[in-house]
T-cell receptor, first 116, second 115 residues
């Protein structure tokens, strides 16, 4: 079974600075997808960024970018120019490609605190 | 613009009681699923469905029952509630792979406490 590990239970960052969240995963598959979801205090799950394993280029969404290292099975999230609204739980998630459907396996989460 | 709607948002039960968490989506998604979220453990898959009349077990299915009679609805039933089922429950839906981005769309969550 696939597993996803987030080794940092909590990270703290100063407003306007950069923080990097770690994620490693275990799989024997070659085709899969990786996601970062954000969960603010409202409890809503919000997709931050996604990466297809077949793409070598790292995904970027505004201030959020990933460092995808397929051989190392590592998928870190970098938040640049951190804002107070970035404070939340962040979950890394893995999904196999067809025919496994859309089952997502989540890591345990990293809480990000943003200091003004 | 409803998306995924879960009800109720909060519920307190006594051990042994039963209840149903409702989930409805209006995006015509084939795939629907239920997760539970516990501190330090992320979200774990309970049950999922790839279409009306088709359901399957996830990682932690014991104590839960599901059915999928329509594309829109995917209720989760707790038949004999236990304190170990105290958790936050999320319903999520998406198109099946090959359509869209595969992104899961989540409901707002339901906090369940079993005393």
């Amino acid at each position: 079974a696939q597993t996803v590990t987030q080794s940092q239970p909590e990270m703290s960052v100063q407003e306007a600075e950069t923080v990097t969240l770690s994620c490693t995963y275990d799989t024997s598959e070659s085709d899969y997808y990786l996601f970062w979801y954000k969960q603010p205090p409202s409890r809503q799950m919000i997709l931050v960024i996604r990466q297809e394993a077949y793409k070598q280029q790292n995904a970027t969404e505004n201030r959020f970018s990933v460092n995808f290292q397929k051989a190392a099975k590592s998928f870190s999230l970098k938040i640049s120019d951190s804002q107070l609204g970035d404070a939340a739980m962040y979950f890394c998630a893995y999904r196999r490609d067809l025919p496994a459907g859309n089952k997502l396996t989540f890591g345990g989460g990293t809480r990000v605190l943003v200091k003004p | 613009n409803a998306g995924v709607t879960q009800t109720p948002k909060f519920q307190v039960l006594k051990t042994g009681q039963s209840m149903t968490l409702q989930c409805a989506q209006d995006m015509n998604h084939e795939y629907m699923s239920w997760y539970r979220q516990d501190p330090g453990m992320g979200l774990r898959l309970i049950h999922y469905s790839v279409g009306a009349g088709i359901t399957d077990q996830g990682e932690v299915p014991n104590g839960y029952n599901v059915s999928r009679s329509t594309t829109e609805d995917f209720p989760l039933r707790l038949l004999l509630a236990a304190p170990s089922q105290t958790s936050v429950y999320f319903c999520a839906s998406s198109y099946l792979q090959g359509r869209g981005t595969g992104e899961l769309f989540f409901g707002e969550g339901s906090r369940l406490t079993v005393l």
